[in-house]
């Protein structure tokens, strides 16, 4: 069925972040806005021919202090309004976009309507801010349909002109308007005078009911190699308590250390069960397997290349994948299958 304009509707969620502070017309200083006067901030939204809702976060948040039961509450959020919108924008703090980007992917399975997030560098208001047009074009792309479907029925971002795959995104720069990268997947869109769609790396609704998996497990770490990383704080990490899975950020394609205490530690902890993945260190490119010498002694013992994820991802997957209790050979093949785009292996 094709939606008449006037029939889309979107449900903007405010979780806090730098775009939602406005000047208090009295006293000249810097507040949260007000999501229920969302209309009085930004008059010009009354001229979109559609319903637009809000819902607030309370307390609303600074993104550097969400954690598993943040993101929990805003994936209950859309589930509980999935059937009532035909998209949704969320209005967060720019520092861990990527990473509430990331899990979302995870946790709606078969998502097949747009959850757009955006924020600002500046707040909404200060003249210069790049807030207003973030999110007007966050409202433009979370409700654009082509015959009944949306055009981006995916989890991404949306920053300075570029729309990006959430879950390929990472934070690159704390000043710029164009804050954020997604080296290893092109933009979903780019946005000039016109919203330029690039189909082809957008991906494809399958229309299956939707399913909300709320369960994360954060018993994992993420390690990143460094020259002069010593023997007793890694024993000592990888020995953490109840450890499921390691992130393993390691140099260049995926090369490490082949010192024997290092592998020693290695093997040890992938028998005793924990989940470890190899990911690299750059921001742009895969972990190759055996490309390099260095790096045979971590397949050896039995770690998981994670190819070109950013750390984002490779976490939120982790969590995802521990917290549904799969066995640990599911748990690894899932690690190496491109479930939500978030890796260009089998995609
Ligand atoms: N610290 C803020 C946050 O992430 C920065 C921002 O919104 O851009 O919530």
Redesign the pocket.
Known sequence: MTLKESEISLLIIYT????GMVQDPQTGALKPFNIENLYKHIPVLESYPFRIDSVSFDPLV???GIDPDFITELASVIEENYESYDGFVVLH????MAYTASFLSFMLENLNKPVILT???LPLGVLRSDGRENFINAIEIASAQEDGTPMVPEVAIYFENKLYRGNRTHKANAEDFNAFRSENHPALANIGVHIKYNQNYILKPNFKKIKVHKTLDNNIIVIKLFPGLNKNTFHAMLNTPGLKGVILETYGSGNAPDKEWFVEEITDAVKRGTLIVNITQCEAGAVVAGKYATSLPLYEAGVIPGYDMTTEAAIAKMMYLTGRGYPLEKQKKLMVTSLRGELSVNT
């Open positions: 806090g972040g730098t775009i600074d993104s550097s703090g720019s520092d861990t924020g600002a560098q």
